[in-house]
Nanobody, 121 residues
Framework: QVQLVESGGGLVQAGGSLRLSCEVSGRTFSRYATGWFRQAPGNEREFVAV????????YYADSVKGRFTISRDNAKNTVYLQMNSLKPEDTAVYYC??????????????WGQGTQVTVSS
């Protein structure tokens, strides 16, 4: 059974930082790309960032480029999302997912339950 467990969310002031983690079990983590998406209340789930299976290539949504960094540690079956210079509009539930190197939800076949990030102004 494949499981993805996110952690690291919380409440932070604007301009602050958080680091999200996503630990994957039940599949060969290093064979798949891993991505982060987010969903704010009343909005559709949107792409945030993705990293290839080997960590060599990343891609970001324009809204987070230069502020967020995605990385992975295949030895720990974990992907990270370092979020700096946070803004109130970054408030959302953040989800990790594994699958192909894609910016669309259809490119991923397993998802975590999400972790809440709230940025106060």
């Amino acid at each position: 059974q494949v499981q993805l467990v996110e952690s690291g969310g919380g409440l932070v002031q604007a301009g602050g930082s958080l680091r999200l983690s996503c630990e994957v079990s039940g599949r060969t983590f290093s064979r798949y790309a891993t991505g982060w998406f987010r969903q704010a209340p009343g909005n559709e789930r949107e792409f945030v960032a993705v990293v290839t299976w080997n960590g060599f290539t990343t891609y970001y949504a324009d809204s987070v480029k230069g502020r967020f960094t995605i990385s992975r540690d295949n030895a720990k079956n974990t992907v990270y999302l370092q979020m700096n210079s946070l803004k109130p509009e970054d408030t959302a539930v953040y989800y990790c997912a594994t699958g192909s190197f894609s910016t669309t939800m259809g490119g991923y076949d397993y998802w975590g339950q999400g972790t809440q990030v709230t940025v106060s102004s």
